[in-house]
């Protein structure tokens, strides 16, 4: 009844006929709430939440009207005393601006305050900065300058910044107090500079500032044993290459797989990368992924280098050897008269194959050779002419040999794609690459093991995974299966059999001297 009462004042309100319909349509839409309402939810529910909020809004209201709070009281004071300062000696404003000319007030607490402070005066550290919260923030990656002593200038030492992810030069010499403008003068100061445009992560960069803002020597060291020192002379930076020649220790290690190759690696402490150049080694006789087993065993022979006692990397592999289900296979380094170093076994034949196996380190055969496949994304009965390799987006995909690429671009569902063509009528294909590496474009020439792109999922591809092809003379051949009928890669020459001898003979020696003493602490070992 109320509801029509309203209806027909609102009526009586608007005279015009679009007023009334509007009026029509507020109540309905009111009326429909006021249905659902008493619907869903239960008339006591309604008046005691409507109770509970009155109530709220009136403790909130107390709350802002009370004046007996201690911040509130304080801040009452403090304008009340700010104000009486002011109006009581409004001339003195401009005298009190000028410390030497007007006392200074002891009277009250913080001018008690201030005359503390001018007798014990808080230190201020230049090379530190302060947050939000007043905690001390030192700058990242620069050591601290020596405090001063009898004199001397902290300026006089070096300051040495380690390159952090996401640094670049011009932070890196703003942080030390050089402008732009020396940047600029040392990066265009010789054609060696042009090392300071490359900068990474790692890099150790010193530099020698006598006086604020003048740069007389910059160090640039790319790893310990690799660098370069930029002199200032006459205005101009002379350049000097540092190459320190590390102390080269030879090491012995053996691992027996009871999981995976890289994992035995770990355990018997072997640099990863030793790991991957020793399965690269055995690549064209091993398939690391698949032959493997449980009891296979390896040892090898490689360099570390050292640089003033300390561990500062690993040389080449000197010489290895791989047990793979009872079959052995040794591999020894020798540099040939052009210089070039290959791996060979003890006869002279190359462990460079023509081909490599995969062109992946690290994967899972998703797919095989199949004249007969139902398409993933097509859904139709298809030739699958070639092997698909899962893994991760992004893995590099290496090119297993020699050759000259004819393609890289886009192609159809093969997505991003490479082709090469190799001598002998042979030609390999990568398709759904993520991307190409770089210099990998049509007319240039790769070597086996080079990066030639990465692993993605473009063009007709349901997940990330490498689609590998292997043609002998246009015809589709199985890649797993083909390479060993395949000739194989050229040993040492006949007439470089003698200078192979004289140079592998020793290190094999060293070798197997090495795997029997071995074998004969294991077997001591064991009768214990």
Do not use: C
Request: a negative charge.
């Amino acid at each position: 009844m109320r509801i029509v009462n309203v209806a027909g004042i609102l009526f009586s309100l608007v005279p015009t006929y679009r007023g009334r319909t509007a009026v029509r349509q507020f109540m309905s839409l009111f009326e429909s709430f006021r249905s659902l309402l008493l619907r869903y939810y239960p008339r006591q529910h309604l008046i005691a939440a409507g109770f509970l909020s009155l109530l709220l809004i009136f403790l909130l209201a107390v709350s802002n009207n009370d004046s007996s709070h201690p911040l509130q009281q304080r801040s009452n004071t403090v304008s009340a005393l700010t104000l009486t300062d002011l109006a009581a000696s409004p001339a003195t404003t401009a005298t009190q601006r000028n410390p030497a000319t007007t006392p200074l007030r002891t009277d009250t607490p913080a001018a008690a305050r201030i005359a503390d402070l001018q007798d014990n005066p808080v230190p201020v550290y230049p090379a530190e900065n302060q947050d939000n919260h007043g905690e001390i923030i030192r700058e990242q990656g620069a050591t601290e300058l020596p405090a001063p002593t009898g004199g001397q200038s902290a300026d006089q030492g070096w300051t040495q910044i380690e390159v952090q992810p996401g640094d670049n030069l011009s932070t890196i010499f703003s942080r030390v107090g050089l402008s732009d403008r020396e940047l600029f003068h040392v990066v265009n100061s010789h054609e060696e500079a042009k090392v300071l445009n490359r900068i990474y992560p790692g890099y150790k960069l010193s530099f020698l500032i006598p006086k604020p803002g003048q740069l007389e020597k910059l160090q640039v060291l790319k790893s310990p044993m690799e660098g370069y020192l930029f002199t200032q002379v006459d205005g101009f930076y002379e350049v000097e290459t540092i190459i320190r020649e590390p102390e080269v220790r030879q090491v012995f290690k053996h691992g027996t797989i009871t999981d995976s190759l890289f994992m035995a690696g770990q355990r018997e402490q072997i640099p990863t990368l030793t790991i991957m150049e020793m399965a690269e080694i055995f690549g064209g006789v091993v398939d690391f992924i698949l032959d493997p087993r449980i009891g296979d065993n390896f040892s090898i022979l490689f360099e570390e280098h050292y640089l003033d006692g300390e561990f500062v990397g690993t040389g080449n592999i000197l010489a290895a050897q791989f047990t793979n289900q009872g079959d052995q296979y040794t591999a020894v380094q020798y540099q040939d008269e052009d210089g070039e170093i290959g791996y060979y076994n003890p006869a002279g034949e190359s462990m460079r194959k023509a081909f490599l196996r995969t062109p992946l380190d690290v994967f899972r055969i998703s797919s095989n050779f199949s004249l007969a496949r139902r398409h993933p994304v097509l859904n139709t009965i298809r030739a699958h002419k070639g092997t698909d390799y899962a893994a991760p987006r992004g893995t590099p995909v290496r090119a297993t040999s020699d050759g000259r690429v004819t393609w890289a671009s886009r192609n159809g569902t093969f997505g991003n794609l490479v082709v090469i063509k190799h001598d002998g009528g042979f030609e390999t294909k990568y398709a759904h690459l993520n991307g190409f590496a770089n210099g990998v474009k049509k007319g240039e020439r790769v070597r086996q093991g080079d990066v030639i792109g990465y692993v993605g999922m473009t063009g007709s591809a349901t997940g990330p995974h490498l689609h590998y092809e292997f043609l002998v003379n246009g015809v589709h051949q199985d890649p797993r299966t083909v390479l060993d009928k395949l000739p194989k890669a050229v040993s040492v020459p006949i007439e470089e059999r003698d200078r192979f001898q004289q140079q592998v003979a020793p290190m094999l020696d060293r070798f197997r001297r090495m795997e029997q003493t071995r074998l004969l602490a294991q077997q001591q070992l064991g009768a214990e």
